[in-house]
């Protein structure tokens, strides 16, 4: 079973601070993504990695930044955390491609004060 | 524009019944559509892929049905448990940029 951790369920920082998301994925997966998820608006894609230290934006992708030094380990970085970044973030990784099914971590929901 | 819209937003029905979710996209050109199913704080999980050539797929007590002319689909749910109480995702992968594009989803309550 393909495993996706998130590193925590829940987070409070103070508008201003750097936050740092962290996932982690166990099978190998080439791709990696992180969604932002918000009451009426779905799922939006923030940025996607097809293979270690590669990015791609996504739809949503002003405000945030990623990395990707290990094939397990797709981060998602608020440099500088505004109230508007308060969601819940997914993190999901696929095989090899876009289009392949996406195995998602459980979520980490923010709170910007 | 592709986009992909879920009817109706929310939905409750008491347990035992069956119950019908639709979706309908305008995403061109067509490459698959999945359904989620995304229990309250978890992550979405895959119930259902269906490609241009298949009109039924079933996981249990989900079927989920394609018509492609129409670009609709739809996901049945029989004899309706209380865990079946969730939002359920259509998702649509677009061939030509190689997109995915997002439902709203679709929220289902199931009442004892």
């Known amino acids: 079973d393909v495993k996706v951790t998130q590193s925590s369920r829940y987070l409070v920082k103070r508008t201003g601070e750097k936050v740092f998301l962290e996932c982690v994925q166990d099978m190998d997966h080439e791709n990696m993504f992180w969604y932002r998820q918000d009451p009426g608006l779905g799922l939006r894609l923030i940025y996607f990695s097809y293979d270690v230290k590669m990015k791609e934006k996504g739809d949503i992708p002003e405000g945030y930044s990623v990395s990707r030094e290990k094939k397990e380990r797709f981060s998602l970085i608020l440099e500088s955390a505004s109230t508007n970044q308060t969601s819940m973030y997914l993190c999901a990784s696929s095989l090899w491609g876009v289009q392949e099914t996406q195995y998602f971590g459980p979520g980490t929901r923010l709170l910007v004060l | 524009k ?24 305008t995403v061109s050109p067509f490459s698959n559509l999945r359904w989620y199913k995304q229990d309250t704080g978890r992550g979405p999980v895959s119930l259902t892929i269906m490609t241009f050539s298949e009109n039924t797929k079933s996981n249990g007590r989900y079927t989920a049905t394609l018509d492609a002319d129409t670009k609709q689909s739809s996901l049945h749910i029989t004899a309706s448990q209380l865990s079946d109480s969730a939002s359920y995702i259509c998702v649509v992968s677009e061939d030509r940029d190689d997109k995915i594009i997002f439902g709203k989803g679709t929220r289902l309550h199931i009442l004892p």
Not at chain 2, 8 to 21: A, D, R, W, Y
């Open chain 2, 2 to 25: 592709n986009q992909v819209e879920q009817s109706p937003q929310s939905l409750i029905i008491l347990e035992g019944k069956n119950c019908t979710l639709q979706c309908n996209y």
